[in-house]
């Protein structure tokens, strides 16, 4: 035990020793580790937001002027048929016109709809919404609809699927290469911060293996500092990552409630809940922070425990 | 016992540090090896704590063939082995306490063994009264109580101090040789690496002479009463206190006790 408390204290007295070089090394690994949590969070955050977009949106297929409820039933139980579907509603004409003046027209919603009395606009708008259990056979699923002759036109959420989909390769690729820089300098840096102290420390170690320190003893200060240091490093961003996104889950929540705009989208306009990122977030800092820091000292420090 | 039988050391580049040398020191012996710079004294330390392989030969310290050590088994030998150095090589960012503890920390002893151990150290060699003093504020000869303390705390069997008085007054100087000598007194093997002509011949002790790699001269003052292990032709002849050995040639050993003629 007396060992372990030595050893700890030394580890954070190499830190003192060495403030700025210990310093640039934390913030390194803070950036990187921070840099990671971000793109993180809105990798998740994108996947939600796609896998919303496929489930909340699903397939609305629009029906031929004059087609008639016979044969609409017709293609409701071909539908089915076919297999797949979680759920399948009819919206009629009126009903859609409803939804359109609550999305769009919100507060203002009698006021402005005033202006075309009783004509519907939506009227040859009348469609059924179809859910899948599985949203990889959507794709499927369309071609299948689209080969009725009734079917005048199929909307489904691949134009906004797509788009995240290729939203997320993108941060993929960018951060990817980002972070691949900030480790390469981290580890730089946090083996030149324990280079130096093992500088520093040379009389000391060269002292510890002539009274008979074993090697594990004169590495374990150095390898307390390099540890440190990737706490450090991945403390710091986890606790503003962790502030940001307090404030973005408040201000995604807000503009999704008070806007107009967003139509069927203010369903899917919502951020994956903290409470369900953070373990994920920590337990990647930590090993990250604390893995890089152990490991690099550890390597460093092999090289000076010749004597 | 230290023992080196038929050992040469070769640098990389060519250099022969020692060659052939062979050596008995028994337990609880007092010795001198002196020698000029370049003489191979140091790889002979260097020899003894295992910092430097024999390239030839054998090294037997306390029973261990050091060549056939292992490096994890370093250390522990190690522990065996007390260090004093010339520049004294304390740390300067701890006390007095505190550098003799350490010691004792980095090997790993329990908190209650340091606290017992430290405070007998400092009264061993009379520091006792500047335990919290730091080493710059201390005189080289306390500085090097200092490190003959720390040098002491793991109870080593053998004591090697490189040039122990080589930044000391005289006075000091003496001080130190006094203190080597209880500790000798108390049975620990003492081998002291010395320049030091003067320090040798008040000392009275064995005294083993290196030049050019290889022992040239092993004697002892007749006034002390250690066993010889070796008696050699040297200069000390023209002190009167070494005879010729017309068998020596660098190679063997002549053991004689200190009822031979002198």
Redesign the interface.
């Given at each position: 035990m007396?060992?372990v408390i030595?050893c700890l204290k030394q580890g954070l007295s190499n830190l003192k020793k060495n403030v700025l070089f210990s310093a640039a090394s934390a913030v390194t690994i803070a950036a990187c580790i921070f840099l990671f949590s971000l793109c993180y969070c809105i990798i998740v955050n994108v996947q939600h937001i796609t896998y919303k977009a496929e489930t909340t949106i699903g397939i609305t297929v629009f029906f031929d002027e004059g087609a008639t409820m016979e044969q609409k039933e017709e293609l409701k139980n071909a539908i089915l048929e076919h297999g797949g579907v979680k759920e399948i509603t009819y919206m009629s004409a009126e009903e859609a016109w409803e939804s359109f003046k609550e999305d769009y027209f919100g507060d203002r919603s009698e006021e402005l709809a005033a202006a075309f009395a009783d004509d519907n606009p939506l009227a040859d708008s009348d469609s059924y919404e179809i859910f899948l259990n599985n949203i990889e056979d959507q794709e499927a699923e369309v071609e299948f609809i689209r080969g009725f002759d009734i079917v005048r036109e199929v909307n489904y959420a691949n134009s906004i699927v797509s788009a995240l989909e290729s939203l997320n390769r993108v941060i993929y690729v960018v951060s990817g290469v980002i972070i691949t820089l900030l480790f390469c300098i981290s580890i730089f840096l946090i083996s030149n911060t324990i280079n130096l102290t093992a500088h520093m420390r040379k009389?000391?170690n060269?002292?510890?293996?002539?009274?008979?320190?074993?090697?594990g003893?004169?590495r374990a200060p150095f390898v307390v500092e390099g540890t440190l240091l990737g706490l450090i490093g991945a403390a710091v961003p986890f606790a503003l990552m962790c502030y940001i996104y307090k404030r973005a889950e408040l201000k995604v929540a807000e503009y999704a409630m008070g806007s107009s705009t967003l139509g069927a989208l203010k369903d899917i306009a919502e951020l994956v809940p903290f409470s369900l990122v953070y373990p994920k977030l920590i337990t990647a800092g930590l090993v990250l922070g604390v893995g890089m820091g152990f490991l690099v000292s550890f390597f460093t420090i092999r090289k000076h425990l010749k004597? | 016992m230290i023992e080196f039988k038929n050992v040469s050391k070769l640098y990389r580049k060519g250099v022969r540090a020692v060659r052939n040398i062979n050596l008995k020191v028994d337990d609880g012996e007092f010795v001198f090896l002196t020698g000029k710079s370049g003489a191979g004294k140091s790889t002979l330390l260097k020899l003894i704590t295992r910092e430097l392989t024999a390239s030839d030969g054998e090294v037997i310290v306390n029973g261990r063939d050091l060549k056939r050590l292992k490096d994890r088994e370093i250390p522990k030998y190690r522990r065996e082995l007390g260090i004093v150095f010339q520049d004294f090589r304390l740390l300067n960012d701890r006390n007095v306490y505190e550098n003799i503890a350490f010691a004792q920390r980095v090997i790993g002893a329990p908190l209650s063994e340091i606290r017992k151990n430290v405070p007998m150290m400092m009264q061993l060699t009379g520091i006792s009264s500047k335990y919290k003093s730091m080493p710059d504020q201390l005189s080289g000869g306390e500085q090097q109580r200092v490190a003959i303390a720390r040098a002491l705390i793991n109870r080593p069997s053998v004591i090697l101090a490189d040039e122990p008085t080589g930044n000391l007054d005289e006075k000091n100087s003496e001080e130190i040789m006094r203190l080597l000598t209880e500790i000798n007194n108390m049975g620990t093997t003492v081998l002291i690496i010395t320049h030091s002509r003067q320090l040798v011949e008040s000392m009275k002790k064995r005294v083993i002479v290196m030049d050019k790699g290889t022992i040239v001269d092993d004697y002892i003052d007749p006034s002390a009463n250690k066993p010889v292990s070796a008696f050699f032709e040297s200069e000390t002849k023209k002190r009167g206190r070494s005879r010729k050995n017309p068998e020596f040639n660098g190679a063997g050993l002549k053991i004689v006790t200190d009822e031979d003629e002198w």
């Open positions: 007396g060992t030595y009389h000391e060269e002292i510890m293996k002539m009274i008979g320190a074993t090697n003893m004169i004597v | -």
